[in-house]
């Protein structure tokens, strides 16, 4: 159905006879003589970071590649994907999306968050408000170290659990307390598929207090010393 068109056909406007009580009147902070308030300074915490990923590694960004960030870090440089997967309510809503933001800081200019919750907090497996963030390199690697970035703020959980996807290894998930604004290695790992890394916001004292923050993952391959010595320790 076409939405009707309105348009202001008359020569004059004139005000109605009762405006001043049924009429709108915007409240103007700076008035005369007071001008408005110039851009303001960053705080420390929440500064992006532009530089500094791991020696030779391969950062996959919370955004698609070429993004603007409007920031320092100029645009997003990404060498895969990230995605989330939200989970319907009864009414097949999608109440997780409401619990979901964006910060231009951490690592490169951009982070998203949202709460942590439990199952009693309507999270737990397949919740209505669980959010599950996937990030995935554009190519296949053998052995590899895997980083996580921190953001300095924005962030609290001390039960974030990274799951490292598409390896042979027999413990793939490590839990990181999301408090250190810097890199964090999960360890070494053989991947047998392309590597990527799972973030869930559902943790087990999750009621919806904490944030848990999605960045940036670096996966930095492993010359070919480091891959025959974790063949002989694995």
Known sequence: MEKPQ????????TWKSDCNTTCGHENIKYQTLISEPGQGHRLQDGTPVCKGAPSGAKVVASVPDGTPTWSD????????????????????????????HQVGG????HYWYAHTRNADHLGGDGGPMAINGVWTLGQD??????LVHLPDTGAQTRQAKYHVLNTDSTSPARSVQQRAGRWVSLGAFHFTGRPAVMLSNVTDDGTADEDIAWGSVAFQP???QAEERGRRDG
């Open 6 to 13: 309105y348009w202001w056909n008359q020569p004059n406007a």
């Open 73 to 100: 870090c100029g645009d997003i440089r990404s060498a895969g994907t990230f995605g989330f997967r939200f989970f319907p309510d009864s009414d097949s809503h999608f109440e997780g999306k409401e619990d979901l």
């Open 106 to 109: 951490g690592y490169g200019g």
């Open 141 to 146: 690697l053998g052995w590899a170290r895997v």
């Open 222 to 224: 492993l010359p070919r």
